[in-house]
């Protein structure tokens, strides 16, 4: 048995009041801990320079994405890049600073906007994205700089 | 919000699909009382996409371009947001090196059941660090390995408490032999051999695929069809005369061919041995944990396939002169007769379930 285990079996053997002012003890800890040396809440530093801009490319083909991206605004940008095309060898050698595959449905909760909201909202906080665009909006909009046009 | 449990299967990349094609196999029996959520670091992500499943994915630290500290950070950020999505039961980790960030997220979480799905057959003197890392699942469970009697390896000195079950094959039964070679394109009379060296990641198989080839058409008995990686280059052969099959699973095939050469890696291993496919073994030397060279030899030395050390040209030579007879393949097939079922999914599954308690499934 593990010790993980164990304390779990421990905890669950301890009368409630105790058990819930155990929990409560540990959870403080935790939290303490978390304030003292918050290293699973640290933003990741993409690499390169200029405001961060997420583009949601989720239902687009990701070869004609990566090939739309006008490659001046690439370099003065750092895209982090959401897409549901799970062909995960085109995440490497492309303009942008980084791609992230998000699912494209609802998730087992049924709640699928809740979701699409939450991991969009996930990615801005890590990458400290300054600005969110659609990629379906943008792409209305024509030419070969459909990400500079949406996003400036 | 759904009645039913959510059960999060996490695979590492590994070089190729093994540990995606485990947790796959697990997965198909979890469906029907469970939502199942693959979350993987492995660039096949497709496949498990293709395969209908709620698919996640962070990439892995050596696609990632940050510092081991970072991207456990990455990691740990990434688990934590899952488990406020998807608030799973239990958390199913299929690889041989627990991450530093998976290991703080579990610790975190006591209200996940964390189990720890390992293969054994590590090579010796291996692993001590992963395996000390053991304290931070609830359970072990090892699938079995066909070569678990040639298993020298430090997993064998840990058995305590470690769940054993079959050893687990993914993928659907072969069709028959008639339907997959009318679908191969293949002549029904000829006899054919399957090439399927491995993903190419680890080391370069390009030109011992291309001796294969060469040593199989150049007997004059047999034709070749080549698999290739899904998640690999595709690989152009240099002889018009072989196939080449882009698929995963190929063990929907399996009954077209008459005899393979396969990387003696967890999954061809089993897949062929439990399907009863006369084999060559090419053990891949390279890999950073699995003792591939254990297994074959053992496969070979109890005359349940044969082994060629990816080098002798003669030793080649000889293994495709025996693969054509067909003395020598019935008494291959015999001896797989007598292994069994590579059904070790189900018994994880179980277990998985179990762990979760009847008021919860």
Request: aromatic content about 6%.
């Amino acid at each position: 048995m593990s010790a993980r285990t164990l304390a779990k079996r421990w905890l669950g053997s301890l009368p409630d009041p105790l058990e819930g002012r155990v929990r409560g003890w540990i959870d403080l800890t935790r939290q303490l801990i978390g304030r003292i040396a918050p290293r699973d809440r640290l933003p990741i530093r993409l690499s390169g320079s200029g405001p961060v801009v997420l583009v949601d490319a989720r239902g687009s083909d990701l070869v004609e994405v990566l090939a739309s991206i006008d490659e001046e605004y690439a370099v003065r940008h750092r895209l982090v890049l959401a897409t549901d095309d799970p062909r995960a060898h085109l995440y490497h050698a492309t303009s942008c600073a980084v791609i992230e595959y998000l699912p494209a449905e609802a998730t087992t909760d049924g709640t699928g906007e809740r979701c699409r909201s939450a991991r969009l909202s996930e990615l801005s906080r890590l990458y400290r994205v300054e600005r969110i665009s659609r990629f379906e909006d943008v792409d209305r909009q024509g030419g070969g700089e459909r990400v500079q046009t949406a996003s400036a | 919000m759904s009645a039913r449990p959510t059960v999060m299967l996490c695979t590492s990349n590994g070089t190729g699909l093994g540990h995606l094609a485990r947790v796959m196999a697990v997965a198909e029996h979890l469906r029907e009382r469970a939502d199942v959520v693959i979350f993987t670091l492995s660039a096949a992500l497709s496949v498990p996409v293709d395969q209908g499943f709620r698919v996640e994915y962070l990439r892995s630290r050596e696609h990632s371009g940050l510092t081991g500290a970072a991207w456990n950070s990455l990691l740990s950020q990434r688990l934590e947001h899952l488990l406020s999505i998807y608030r799973p039961s239990s958390l199913v980790f299929d690889g041989t090196h627990p991450y530093l960030g998976l290991c703080r997220v579990l610790d975190r979480h006591d209200e996940v059941t964390a189990i720890w799905q390992r293969r054994g057959m590590w090579q010796e003197g291996k692993g001590s660090e992963a395996l000390a890392r053991a304290h931070h699942f609830d359970i072990v469970v090892e699938p079995g390995d066909y070569a678990a009697d040639a298993d020298h390896g430090p997993t064998t000195k840990q058995r305590e408490g470690v769940r054993r079950v079959a050893p687990i094959r993914f993928g659907p039964q072969p069709m028959s032999r008639e339907n997959a070679r009318d679908e191969l394109g293949l002549d029904p009379e000829q006899l054919v051999g399957l090439v399927q060296l491995g993903a190419g990641q680890i080391n370069e198989v390009d030109s011992m695929v291309s001796s294969v080839c060469d040593a199989i058409l150049s007997s004059g008995r047999a034709g070749v069809v080549l698999a290739t990686s899904v998640i690999s280059k595709p690989i152009e052969p240099r002889d018009e005369r072989v196939h080449v099959l882009r698929t995963f699973p190929v063990t929907a095939y399996m009954d077209a061919f008459d005899f393979g050469f396969f990387a003696a890696g967890y999954n061809s291993f089993h897949e062929a041995l439990s399907l009863g496919l006369p084999s060559v073994f090419v053990p891949n030397r390279q890999t950073k944990l699995d003792d591939q060279a254990a297994r074959s030899r053992y496969a070979a030395e109890h005359g349940l396939a044969l082994e060629w050390d990816g080098e002798s040209p003669t030793m080649l030579r000889d293994c495709v002169a025996r693969l054509v007879d067909e003395r020598v393949r019935t008494e291959l097939r015999t001896r797989m007769s007598t292994l069994a079922s590579a059904d070790g999914a189900r018994g994880v599954a179980e277990l998985v379930l179990d762990a979760l308690g009847p008021s919860r499934v």
